[in-house]
């Protein structure tokens, strides 16, 4: 296969080497060969499976714009562009490209979500979300703590009443991903925990969703896929 990297920053540059690793040919681009999605051109995407995006929220969303309208693949990594998700996936569907998008490739962070899921069930508690990341993060709260906080809404409709699950955001040094979910009952408190070593987690889940997404067309998203990897 041959994947087009999008970000040559601290999560592209490992999935450009993951890629490798497992056999791909792999393009990498960063932003000053990319300016505003100038690099992809239908003649620059001739012969690319998936492209991949690491990049940052408002180049993410012209990125997919661009691959999307050519009817191409991308398999988008970048959190906070998703109120434009409904742009996106209609603009799939038009052209015939393929779009899979995910706050957290991890495996052990999509456990979490069904963890999460499992324990929100629980009677008597109230639930909170931390989440800790490295100081050069753009976006906050993490795409990955917004998923768990609808996770956990979603699955106590009448406790919550339309009160928000708190979320409290920590930037520190080059920390890699730690995600927290507490619930607090009157005699006891549970967590659930999930502290990244390293971003190749990450890195490899994303190449393995380029390498399931190759020949596709529509959208999903990466929770709903990821056992099927
Ligand atoms: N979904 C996940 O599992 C996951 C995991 C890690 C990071 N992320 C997200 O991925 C994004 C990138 O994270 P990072 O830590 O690698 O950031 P980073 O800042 O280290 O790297 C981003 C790179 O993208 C480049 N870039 C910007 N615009 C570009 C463009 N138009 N074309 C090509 N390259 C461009 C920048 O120059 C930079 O090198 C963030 O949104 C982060 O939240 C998601």
Redesign the pocket.
Known sequence: MLILV???????SLVAQVARERGHGVRA???T?????SALTAPNLAGVDVVID????E??Q??MRAVLSLGARIVV????WYAHLDEMKALADKRGGALLY?????IGVQKLFRLTAELAQLDGYTFSIAETH?E????AP??TAITLQQIVEAARPQANLGAKVEIASYRVGDAK?EHIVTATGPDDILELRHNALS?RG?AL??VRAAEWLAGKSGAWDFRAIFDQL
Do not use: I, M
Not at 6 to 12: A, D, E, F, I, S
Not at 77 to 80: H, L
Not at 136 to 139: I, Q, R, V, Y
């Open positions: 999008l970000g040559r920053g601290k999560t592209g681009l960063d932003v060969e990319n300016q505003h999605a690491f990049t940052a929220p180049a993410a012209e990125n990594g970048t959190t906070g995910g706050t957290n490739f991890s490295h050069s993060k753009l976006d993490s795409g991903g971003r990450f889940g994303a």
